[in-house]
């Protein structure tokens, strides 16, 4: 049996799906058809790949998405017979030709023409991109000046940073955060991205249930009472039951769908595989859940020794800081480190980290500039005013008033707040996630019903105790509402 909208399969005896709330039918429904992408169109051609590539930096600067045609193959090969002295065009697509070939002559650059290299880097500049200003991974320290960032448009912008380093970590930002998951699907939807990325690790996983995950993401047909376990069964109680995770995965596997076998992506779950059936205590729980050890091996392992390129999606507050505040931004020794800093010491130079920025609106820019930016923008942190800010400025206010401790004896003790030190924002991440306004930024909703079953929910509420309350009230607060709705 199958549910009619999400089309999972059931076992027999089952007649309504528990995710939708609808009769099951007796035949799985036909998939939606896949997306239609249209054809690029050429808005202006020019006299070199470097020329080109700076237009494309500009382009995507204003805003507008644009390719050019074997960019990153020849930007990798200096001995390419074509480097740097072969045309190239610039693509866009068909709804953005327009306010393409606008800005391109509002550059100096006529319709169809070439133009020397010396007016495309005054185009550069007019477009906010400078030397002074990096708008990229390499090469952008900018020196003494302190220049405003620059917003690159996201997606663009984050492929950008796999050109030089194999990892991007990801901030997911408080967990549920509505617009980092539609960022997030949308990077991976981006037909570029499967021709850049080959893995995708993510904290919302267990690792137990990794053939599981494997299956569904490279289309075969799994069951949603065997796939969901792979969310539920993790070391935390609640966080990933929001619907948000399941619908990354479903998203994941809708684009191997339209891939060929060797270039489809691989989610890794990076949770350590806690059996929650031998967890009795919290000391029970810490033995079963290295977290960020865990998550650094199944990073090195499948990535990184396999000369692979991954995007890795962990909340960055606990788990991808470079020092931790809560350190009071001193190097933490062994696995008591977060998954990034723990990466970096064994591997310096392999990763770059994006903060999700959701808690202040002031980003070292007029708000007029800022307001002109792309919805969803990239920052580039080095060698700017907002890079040079201490880092517990973009934190909320009750983040920053937490206790900060030292280790004493290989035990963490708390220090006073005379003490506390600081970080430039820069030496924790190298960009930042602008997700608009953060009066505009939702929580996206909980499941309805998730915890209706009696037996599901007394295992969440004795979970929770073990954690000593962890998420108690939020698991309660759901289960009341959705005994509600359903007495009416």
């Known amino acids: 049996m199958f549910c009619p909208r999400c089309r999972d399969e059931f076992r027999s005896g089952i007649v309504v799906c528990p995710d939708c709330e609808l009769p099951l039918v007796a035949e799985r429904p036909a998939e939606d058809p ?65 306010r393409a070939l606008e800005f391109l002559k509002l550059a ?54 796999f050109d030089s380093r194999p990892l991007v970590a990801m901030d997911e930002g408080p967990h ?62 609640y966080v990933f039951d929001n619907p948000v995770y399941r619908q990354f995965f479903e998203t994941v596997r809708a684009v191997n769908q339209k891939l060929p076998p060797a270039r489809r992506l691989r989610v890794l779950l990076a949770d350590p595989p806690i059996d929650w059936t031998r967890v009795r205590t919290f000391d029970d729980w810490t033995r079963e859940s290295p977290r960020d050890s865990h998550a650094a091996s199944v990073i090195e392992r499948e990535v990184l020794r396999k000369s692979r390129k991954a995007l890795l999606v962990f909340g960055g507050f606990g788990h991808l800081q470079r020092r931790d505040i809560f ?80 280790l004493v004896d290989g035990k963490r003790v708390p220090i006073p707040p005379a003490e506390y030190g600081g970080l430039p924002l820069e030496e924790n991440f190298d960009a930042l996630l602008y997700l608009g306004p953060v009066g505009s930024i939702t929580r996206a909703p909980d499941a309805p019903c998730e915890y209706r079953y009696d037996a599901y929910y007394a295992e969440v509420v004795r979970r929770a105790g073990v954690l000593n309350g962890m998420n108690l009230e939020e698991v309660r607060r759901e289960r009341e509402e959705c005994l509600k709705r359903r007495r009416r």
């Not at 805003?63 to 072969?86: L, Q, T």
């Not at 663009?156 to 940073?161: A, H």
């Not at 999700?356 to 920052?379: C, F, G, K, Q």
């Open 176 to 237: 549920h955060t509505e617009q980092t998951h539609a960022f997030l699907r949308n990077l991976v939807r981006d037909p570029r991205f499967a021709r850049t990325v080959n893995d995708i690790v993510v904290e919302f996983g267990s690792a137990r249930f990794q053939d599981v995950m494997d299956r569904y993401i490279s289309g075969q047909r799994v069951s949603i009472e065997s796939l969901r376990p792979s969310w539920r069964e993790t070391t935390q109680v």
């Open 34 to 98: 896949p997306d239609e992408y249209e054809t690029p169109v050429v808005v202006a051609t020019f006299a070199s790949l470097t020329e080109a590539s700076l237009a494309r930096g500009a382009l995507e600067a204003a805003g507008i998405p644009a390719f050019v045609p074997g960019e990153d193959v020849r930007m990798c090969n200096f001995k390419h017979p074509e480097w740097g002295s072969a045309a190239a065009e610039i693509l866009v697509r068909p709804e953005d030709r327009e």
């Open 327 to 406: 350190m009071n931004f001193q190097p933490t020794p062994g696995d008591r480190a977060g998954v990034l800093e723990q990466i970096e010491r064994a591997r310096p130079g392999s990763t770059f980290n994006v903060w999700s920025n959701t808690n202040s609106d002031d980003l070292a820019v007029e708000p007029s500039v800022r307001a002109a930016w792309p919805v969803t923008a990239l920052l580039m942190l080095k060698g700017t005013s907002l890079g040079a800010r201490d880092f517990a400025t973009v934190l909320p206010e009750e983040s920053r008033a937490l206790r900060r401790t030292k």
């Open 108 to 161: 100096g650059q006529p319709r169809g023409g070439r133009r020397p290299l010396l007016l495309l880097a005054a185009a550069v500049l007019w477009s906010g991109i400078s030397s002074a200003a990096p708008a990229g991974p390499p090469g952008l320290e900018g020196g003494d000046r302190r220049a405003a960032p620059v917003a690159l448009e996201a997606v663009s912008g984050v492929l950008k940073l």
